[in-house]
């Protein structure tokens, strides 16, 4: 009996192991997809470690609580005639026509866009609409979507065709819509929160966030004027005209277009900065249209040859390189060769920005410009005029005082010009067109020497000789091809009289 019990735990022993090694085996085979995983119970973060994400969490969807109302879906309808022709093709429009029509007759067509826009202000019962001029395009009809679903016909009060901005308005007497509050966008800096607000490909009512990518972006399609707001948050097809806000829920931007190969956002999106359009929606609520300011000079940076040639630092400020005769900037006392360093108390290092400033003025606005003219500060008050159209501004051109742009004379131009050494000047670079330096002949080439029997060495020495005489009758002592000449500038050999 004791062998037979002691012969059955052997053999139940023997069995177990055989068990557990074929159990072993089988698991080493197996993938440790298969095998249960016991993990330890994770331990529950502090609370504290959380806030931060939270706090931004809680600012997205009060931003978001707050702005979706404002921002509607913008629905437009243009109908008209094209020319029969099997081969057309017209991107971004579908078009619709009649079968049944003669096919050698123009086809009638119509065509449905989509964007979005702003609820940007509201007298009584009636609201203004801010997006940008492509969304509207050439629209017959235009219909607001509010946010709650309601659909409203919308007129076009006016648009901006170089800011590609277009203000609408609808009436809406049923109850009071918000309206977006205006942020600063001069105070945005690159890596700041941003969200984007709109209908891309007709999703309404969505928001993207992102950040500041970067500032001051140029070169828009259309050759649209902006100083562009770059961001990574998604803009796709239907945002244009939609909101670009901070993280308060201040609308600092106008979405416009993005960059992409593929029609598709890649995180290069742009919008216009809210200060480029205040003038601009302004001027249409209360006129219909809008009008520039223009001040009448030729702006330019100082490279780095030209700044140790004028004794301006780099980046200091925008140069006036020409002051158009009769013009704000001169009646001002404005002159060529200052360095515009503010206006009306902000710094100016940018040219485009600059121009952008001068432009948003309405005519008959006061411009406090501050200068640096060689190292004394002056501080000019310019009266804005209007800015005419394009060929009206050509023709100014003319007026152009000096009327030429000058260059330092570096050792590699000495040397190509084969100027003897005892030659010592400052040589045009180009001469305008109509004004009173190609009446006297001044050429590319010419090496201006003196002006007024003042000696030229330096870029300094021509402007400061030349800005007091402007207005009057410099005369130009050059060196052209071995000769010295004498050019005197007389108010009747102005072409632009």
Known sequence: MLQRKNFSILT???IGCLAGYAVFITA???????????????????????ASAEDVQEAFRAVSAEVLPTVVEVSVKTEG????????????NEFFYNPLEDN???????SQGLGSGIIIERQENDYFVITNTHVVGNAEEIFIELNDGSSISAELVGKDERKDLALLKFSFPDRVLPVIRLGDSDKLYVGDWVLVFGSPFGYEQSVSSGI?????????PGDNI?????????????????????IRGELVGVNTFITTPNSGSIGLGFAIPVNNIITTFRQLIDTGEVNYGWLGVSLGIVGEEAAESLGYGLKEGVMIYQVFEGSPADLGGLQPGDLITSLDGKPMNETDRLIYRI?????????LFTVNRFGEPHTIEALIGEREGEEAVRALH???????????LMPDLRAAMNLPEDISGIPVAEVYPRTSAQAVDLRPGDIIIAVNDTMIVTLKDLYLAIGPSISKAPVYTVYRNGETLKLEVKKSEKLHE
Do not use: C, H
């Open 12 to 14: 139940g022993l023997l």
């Open 104 to 110: 050698e007759s123009p086809r009638s067509f119509q």
């Open 212 to 220: 500041v990518s970067a500032l001051g972006r140029k070169d828009g």
């Open 81 to 92: 005639l094209i020319e029969q022709d099997d081969d057309i093709e017209l991107p971004w």
């Open 398 to 408: 003319g007026r152009a005082m000096p009327g030429f742009v000058a260059a330092p």
């Open 226 to 246: 902006n100083d562009f707001i770059q961001t990574d948050a998604s803009i796709n097809q239907g945002n244009s005209g939609g909101a670009l806000v901070n």
């Open 359 to 367: 432009g948003d003025k309405a005519p008959g606005d006061t411009a």
């Open 28 to 50: 080493a085979w197996l993938k440790p997809s298969m095998l249960p995983v016991r993990q330890a119970r994770a331990e529950v973060p502090d609370s504290s470690l959380y």
